[in-house]
């Protein structure tokens, strides 16, 4: 069956014990209405407008945010996602407040896929690829996988920070938590989504294939995924602008383990041999690393700025996934 794991990043896990007819009266005490039939995708839509998280108020009274204008289709997925789940919430006599990254993905990341040339030349002469970022600026917001006033390396990308819960007893943790992803699995095999969760993966996903729907689609899926490899690395263009793009790198020293499109836009990243402590690293100790990996990265950005400006475009149009991609 479908799990309905598309869900939205920002999620909160399940707890342990299933919520006890004692925890009832706390629902109330949170100040909503008892009723459990969750949010239509009615009102989980919004309007239009330009703010990642600009919002209104539906008559429940759940915070539901407006979708922007021209956003695509899986940008408005996300939206009812988080819709859905604050008007299940509310609902059930919670808070819950929905939120949506601004367009174009975190800024500390950008530097990465390099698919934004300027944004990522500007990160990565000071972050490199962002594999010791963290241990030179642990305190930079800006610095891939960074935790302010944490732990450096253990970012949590999807974490928003909101009151929602704040000042709650045990007793009324575990409600909430039970209200919104269902009650706790028995056992690993048996880890699925519930709640509000699954109310808003249905509105966007509709309900659970069989297993020989599944299948189907999940081949389906796969075929295409192929299909579309085929074309990005059958297409003229592409083929030769990485052709270009390896001839640059190995002049500069930099080893080529491919030169398919698919396996380009990533390949010197993701090649690196990085220590498995480089986020604990010291910044004495990482410093040097940095400095040889900004420079490394700005050369792979020069190389590849020709071949990432074609090829990006044409993989939104025949999206892939797959080993480097």
């Known amino acids: 069956m479908n799990s309905h794991t598309n869900m939205p990043k920002r999620v909160r896990v399940s707890v342990a014990t299933v919520l006890a007819i004692g925890l009832l009266p706390l629902l109330a005490a949170c100040g909503?209405?008892?009723d459990k039939t969750g949010a239509s995708s009615d009102s989980a839509a919004g309007g239009g407008a330009n703010a990642a998280n600009d919002s209104t108020t539906n008559a429940d009274g759940a915070v539901q945010l407006t979708v922007p204008d021209g956003a695509d289709a899986e940008t408005k997925?996300?939206?009812i996602q988080e819709n859905t789940i604050a008007a299940c919430m509310k609902k059930q006599g919670f808070i819950y407040t929905p939120h949506v990254a601004a367009a174009g993905g975190d800024a500390a990341y950008v530097g990465l896929d390099a698919e934004d040339y300027a944004a990522a030349k500007k990160s990565r002469e000071k972050y490199g690829f962002g594999n010791y970022a963290a241990a030179v600026y642990p305190d930079d917001p800006n610095a891939p996988f960074s935790n302010p006033g944490g732990k450096?390396?253990?970012?949590?990308?999807d974490a928003v920070a909101d009151d929602d819960e704040k000042g709650f007893t045990p007793a009324?943790?575990?409600a909430?938590?039970?209200a919104l992803a269902g009650p706790p699995a028995k056992s690993k095999a048996d880890e699925k989504i519930g709640g509000c969760e699954l109310k808003a993966s249905i509105a966007v996903n509709g309900h659970a294939l069989s297993a020989a729907e599944q299948k189907k689609a999940d081949n389906a899926k796969a075929e295409a995924n192929r299909a579309n490899g085929l074309e990005l690395n059958g297409d003229t263009q592409l083929v030769q602008l990485a052709q270009g793009y390896a001839t640059c790198l190995k002049a500069q020293g930099i080893p080529v383990s491919t030169t398919q499109p698919t396996g380009m836009s990533n390949m010197v990243r993701l090649e690196q041999n990085v220590p498995e402590n480089h986020f604990s690293m010291s910044k004495a100790e990482a410093l040097p690393l940095l400095t040889k990996e900004i420079d490394l990265s700005l050369?792979?950005?020069?190389c590849g700025k020709k071949f990432r400006a074609a090829y990006f475009p044409k993989e939104k149009a025949h999206p892939y996934y797959g080993d480097n991609a």
């Open 176 to 178: 909430y938590q039970e």
């Open 299 to 302: 050369k792979d950005l020069e």
């Open 172 to 174: 009324q943790q575990k």
């Open 77 to 79: 997925k996300t939206y």
């Open 32 to 34: 909503g209405s008892s």
């Open 152 to 157: 450096a390396g253990a970012k949590r990308t």
